[in-house]
């Protein structure tokens, strides 16, 4: 089965910038979107942003635009969230997705839209 492992996570302060990866270790499987996700302690897990793998088209949360930027490496299998100008709210464990195919009425926004996930690796940002 597939598995998607995530690096790049830390502790910086804010203004700083930090790189996410999540590398996927097969490269047989279905990807109709691959995405991040994020969760504090005591919220709820939200989306911060997602990668169609057909066309390359992009989506991000209203918070993460103009800072965070998703991208892909169809060579290493791997999805990246270049995270800039961070701030101590974006502390949170990011988590990266992968839905293996496109549901009806489903959100790529929403976590149920994706089939696997990677293990989750910690940002925290200190002011």
């Known amino acids: 089965q597939v598995q998607f492992v995530q690096s790049g996570g830390g502790s910086v302060q804010a203004g700083d910038s930090l790189r996410l990866s999540c590398a996927a270790s097969?490269?047989?499987?279905?990807?109709?979107?691959r995405g991040w996700f994020r969760q504090a302690p005591g919220k709820e897990r939200e989306f911060v942003a997602a990668?169609?793998?057909?066309?390359?088209?992009?989506y991000y949360a209203d918070f993460a635009k103009g800072r965070f930027t998703i991208s892909r490496d169809n060579a290493k299998n791997t999805v990246y969230l270049q995270m800039n100008s961070l701030k101590p709210e974006d502390t949170a464990v990011y988590f990266c997705?992968?839905?293996?195919?496109?549901?009806?009425?489903?959100?790529?926004?929403?976590?149920?839209?994706?089939?696997?996930w990677g293990q989750g690796t910690q940002v925290t940002v200190s002011s």
């Open positions: 097969e490269h047989t499987f279905s990807s109709y979107i």
């Open positions: 997705a992968n839905s293996r195919y496109y549901r009806l009425s489903v959100s790529h926004t929403e976590s149920r839209a994706y089939d696997d």
């Open positions: 990668i169609r793998w057909i066309d390359d088209t992009t």
